[in-house]
């Protein structure tokens, strides 16, 4: 057991093939944030404005997630991974923070995008991860960055 973990949410698997990489470069634990009803393309599509993905960010929606992690107290650091949604973390990641107790964690944000910035994520996610250090939080493309913001 590692005193790391890695959780992400993917939503077509760009966020998945990054957290995987971390997960195998620090020899952390990795948690995959699913939800229980899985997103279609067509769901996630934001330039739909009837998309669900815009539903949920839009009516702050909480999004059930499948699968709960055991032992969460074991873990020091807590690396969070998922692309940008309307300049934040989707739901079903805030949903599924909400169910752990961060204090005394440091905590790494490392988002994809396709062109988007991190912008405040930083201070969106910090209420749901409350008595956390937010150490870093920056949208990267590859593992290459992770270890750089890292001081690797």
Do not use: H
Request: aromatic residues 12%; proline residues 5%; glycine residues 8%.
């Amino acid at each position: 057991m590692s005193e790391i973990l890695v959780v992400y949410f993917s939503a077509e698997g760009t966020t998945a093939k990054l957290a995987k990489d971390i997960a195998s470069a620090y020899e952390a634990d990795i948690f995959e944030i699913v939800p229980v009803q899985p997103y279609t393309k067509s769901e996630i599509n934001w330039l739909n404005p009837l998309a669900r993905c815009n539903k949920e960010m839009l009516g702050k929606k909480d999004v059930p997630v499948a699968g709960k992690i055991e032992n969460f107290d074991q873990y020091s650091k807590v690396i969070i991974s998922f692309p940008i949604w309307y300049g934040a973390q989707p739901n079903v990641v805030s949903t599924f923070l909400k169910d752990y107790d961060f204090n005394g964690k440091e905590v790494y944000v490392y988002a994809t995008s396709g062109g988007s910035r991190i912008g405040k994520t930083a201070e969106k996610i910090g209420p749901y991860v409350e008595g956390a250090e937010i150490k870093d939080a920056f949208v990267v493309k590859s593992i290459d960055e992770v270890k750089e913001r890292m001081g690797e």
